[in-house]
């Protein structure tokens, strides 16, 4: 992971997650049910999380599809679920975060994550060449 992709990771946690009580909400069986999150470029969702945001883009001859997630699930259950999906070990990148990243197909595939009160944020992107 390159250090400039650590401030995006902030920025995703910092901007775009909703504050616990409103995952705690969503969750709550009494609210309204979280629609399942579709899966990005093919890779799934992890099971149950909220989905915090979504949004596609071209840049510099790639296309680039970013996710981001919410669960009260614990890292070490959601580095299992994606480690054998892009087929590479969690790694820890500072600070309680960590990421498995690995090119597939032609395709980039990181996946960022780390505990943040009480929830596990996790940030998807995946950049392929620009069709």
């Known amino acids: 992971m390159s250090k ?3 401030p995006v990771l902030f920025a995703l946690i910092a901007c775009g ?9 969503a969750r709550n069986p009494s609210s309204k049910a979280a629609a399942p999150v579709a899966a990005l470029a ?13 949004k596609e883009h071209d840049e510099g001859g790639f296309h680039i599809a970013e996710l981001a997630l919410s ?4 890292p070490a259950k959601v580095a299992a679920f ?4 892009v087929q590479a070990k969690a790694m820890p990148i500072g600070s309680g975060l960590m990421s498995i990243q690995n090119d597939i ?6 996946i960022d994550f780390g ?3 009480e929830e596990t944020t996790i940030s998807i992107t995946i950049k392929s060449a620009a069709p």
């Open 4 to 6: 400039a992709s650590i």
């Open 17 to 25: 997650c909703k504050p616990p009580r409103d995952v705690t909400d």
């Open 42 to 54: 093919g890779l799934e969702a992890y099971p149950g999380a909220i989905e915090v945001s979504r």
């Open 71 to 74: 669960t009260p699930d614990l």
């Open 82 to 85: 994606y480690e054998p999906r």
């Open 105 to 110: 197909a032609g395709n980039h595939y990181q």
């Open 115 to 117: 505990r943040f009160n």
